[in-house]
């Protein structure tokens, strides 16, 4: 499967961003969906998944409340919503997908596919 990510910039802290994430090549449905981020000098770390149908979501601590997670099977894309942004969620966002994926691996940065990633720049 391919995954194009898009949706970054720069904004104030406070601000929303709305991430998306196109998918092609196989059966979307057949995958869990994840964003990752990672800032300069520093691990890539999980955000948020979403399990095949989107009956499930999963965030981190730092997203949660302030970031949702969806997706459209039926568009093959999947969205990361950001709200209240802070200058410490700057980083590079990807996206990932995995159909072998378990819900207690969700969070594990070894998905099988990536996308190129996206810039989210937060300013104070």
């Known amino acids: 499967v391919q995954l194009q990510a898009s949706g970054g910039g720069l904004v104030q802290a406070g601000d929303s961003l709305r991430l998306s994430c196109a998918a092609s090549?196989?059966?979307?449905?057949?995958?869990?969906m994840a964003w990752f981020r990672q800032a300069p000098g520093k691990e890539r770390e999980f955000v948020a998944a979403?399990?095949?149908?989107?009956?499930?979501?999963y965030y981190s601590d730092s997203a949660k409340g302030r970031f949702t997670i969806s997706r459209d099977n039926a568009k093959n894309t999947v969205v990361l919503q950001t709200r209240s942004l802070k200058v410490e969620d700057t980083a590079v966002y990807y996206c990932?997908?995995?159909?072998?994926?378990?819900?207690?691996?969700?969070?594990?940065?070894?998905?099988?596919?990536w996308g190129q990633g996206t810039q989210v720049t937060v300013s104070s």
């Open positions: 979403i399990s095949r149908s989107g009956g499930h979501t």
């Open positions: 990932a997908a995995d159909s072998g994926r378990i819900v207690s691996t969700y969070r594990n940065p070894d998905y099988a596919y």
């Open positions: 090549g196989r059966t979307f449905r057949d995958y869990v």
